[in-house]
């Protein structure tokens, strides 16, 4: 059973900062690409930041410089550590595993960026 649970969502006004975790379970969890997606209401579903195998990022041009994912394969585990956030940001933040055919997500977890 493959499990890809996410949280650390909420609410959090402009200028603040959030921490989402996703644990994985179910999978060979250091075999798999890790990303995050979300998504605001009535929008398409955006790609926010990838993290390969091997340790090496990769940011949207809309959190850049402003987010930093990582991933701990120890705790089968990976963290979105946002900062400076902007009522932009406010979507259902969900996490991805993939490994060649092989993709798993997660329910979401809400963000919302509001004063």
């Known amino acids: 059973q493959v499990q890809v649970v996410e949280s650390g969502g909420g609410l959090v006004q402009p200028g603040g900062s959030l921490r989402l975790s996703c644990a994985v379970s179910?999978?060979?969890?250091?075999?798999?690409?890790m990303a995050w997606y979300r998504q605001a209401p009535g929008k398409q579903r955006e790609w926010v930041a990838a993290?390969?195998?091997?340790?090496?990022?990769n940011y949207a041009d809309s959190v850049k410089g402003r987010v930093t994912l990582s991933r701990d394969n120890t705790k089968n585990t990976v963290y979105l550590q946002m900062i400076s956030l902007k009522p932009d940001d406010t979507a259902v933040y969900y996490c991805?595993?993939?490994?060649?055919?092989?993709?798993?997500w997660g329910q979401g977890t809400q963000v919302t960026v509001s004063s």
């Open positions: 179910g999978i060979a969890f250091s075999l798999y690409s």
């Open positions: 991805n595993a993939q490994r060649g055919v092989f993709s798993h």
């Open positions: 993290i390969t195998t091997g340790g090496n990022t």
